[in-house]
């Protein structure tokens, strides 16, 4: 966890951070490497990605057989990220689709360039992109604000020696619980609903949960992180504490913009 020298110890247990292990996670290279995670096979970006994606549906399973001694790659991490996050904002595009396809109708003839321009610019102000930009925003700012009050959290706790890239790895592969909220929200966006004038106040509401749920899963699996991979003596209080001071945060911020925009 802290990259001490353990060599010449006799007890698999590191007396800088006080992490305890097994040796044969040090000793065996075949342990080195993950199967599949993202960070540990950039041959095979697309595959590795989605096998990433699909083994976080099982945080247990997914924290107890990724290893502290199994090397981080910061770079690898920020670019699994930076994909999460980008894709997240599929929902946003879908009801900018959708409501071109809307106002479709209002226009004669064959669709042009200049058309179809003033129909995404029309489009762009009659649809819920605002706010739905705004919660696609929350959950990756909410695991930015994690990752700091995680680092604040650790040095009141004197465990500052612990290298932060643990703490980064347990947060980026928490986060991509935003990637599904996204595309949950471009289906809703996409699937046809049956009042027409509530269409709009439907999908600001299933928006809504979807990123309340990304929200609590993201600290769920962030609880499994730290009880099996960083192998905290109360994991789960140590979570929830930060959870509080973000949600306190997050709770503020989007109260000034609401006040903001009245």
């Not at 990752?147 to 650790?154: A, R």
């Not at 699937?191 to 509530?198: C, D, E, I, K, T």
């Not at 439907?202 to 949960?209: E, S």
Request: charged share 15%; aromatic share 12%.
């Amino acid at each position: 966890m802290c990259g001490y020298n353990l060599r010449g110890l006799i007890d698999p247990r590191c007396p800088e951070c006080g992490f305890t292990f097994l040796w044969v996670e040090l000793l065996d290279p075949s342990r080195w490497v993950h199967p599949y995670v993202f960070e540990h096979h950039p041959r095979h970006n697309v595959w590795s990605f989605f096998r990433t994606l699909i083994g976080g549906l099982r945080p247990g399973r997914f924290w107890d057989s990724l290893m502290p001694s199994q090397p981080s790659h910061p770079g690898r991490l920020r670019l699994y990220c930076a994909i999460v996050v980008v894709l997240s904002f599929v929902g946003l595009v879908a009801e900018l689709v959708a409501t071109t396809v809307e106002i479709r109708p209002r226009y004669g003839g064959p669709a042009t360039l200049e058309i179809w321009k003033e129909m995404l610019q029309l489009a762009w102000q009659e649809s819920r992109v605002g706010p739905l930009a705004v919660m696609a925003l929350i959950p990756p700012a909410w695991a930015l604000l994690t990752y700091w009050t995680m680092m604040i959290f650790g040095t009141s706790m004197h465990i500052a020696k612990v290298n932060p890239s643990h703490v980064f790895r347990c947060v980026v592969y928490c986060l991509d619980v935003c990637l599904w909220c996204g595309l949950f929200v471009a289906i809703a966006a996409l699937l046809p609903m049956s009042a027409v004038n509530s269409r709009d106040g439907m999908l600001l509401v299933l928006a809504g949960w979807a990123t309340t749920m990304a929200v609590l899963l993201f600290a769920y699996r962030m609880c499994q992180a730290y009880r099996l991979y960083m192998r905290f003596r109360h994991p789960i209080a140590t979570v929830v504490a930060t959870q509080i001071i973000v949600a306190l945060v997050v709770v503020n911020v989007l109260l000034f913009w609401i006040v903001s925009r009245r």
